[in-house]
């Protein structure tokens, strides 16, 4: 169950460095507001691997809150862009 775990860190790790590479890349504000949202789920991910591998579950409560967290910034950045995003004034 280790390798299994250890694996899965890995691939989530390398997918945590390239959505951070997108977040600051994107080409446009929407394609860094869904960088940052993979970003937060790929940090959830983590959160509840190192809690399955650790043997403790108050880490998932952590988990729970920070997706939900993550979850209503990303409706915060949508409603953003949907009225406009960023002026100029």
């Known amino acids: 169950m280790s390798i299994v775990i250890l694996l899965s860190l890995v691939v989530m790790a390398l997918a945590l460095c390239l959505a951070f590479v997108r977040l ?3 080409p446009s504000l929407p394609d860094r507001v ?10 959830v991910g983590i959160i509840g691997v190192v809690a399955i591998a650790t043997d ?7 988990a729970i809150v920070m997706a939900l967290m993550a979850f209503m910034a990303t409706i915060g950045f949508a409603r ?7 002026r100029d004034d």
Request: aromatic fraction near 12%; hydrophobic fraction near 50%; proline fraction near 7%.
């Open 24 to 26: 600051f890349r994107g």
């Open 34 to 43: 869904v960088a940052l949202e993979l970003f937060s789920s790929m940090i």
């Open 56 to 62: 403790v579950p108050s880490l998932l409560d952590v």
């Open 80 to 86: 953003f862009l949907e009225r406009g995003g960023p």
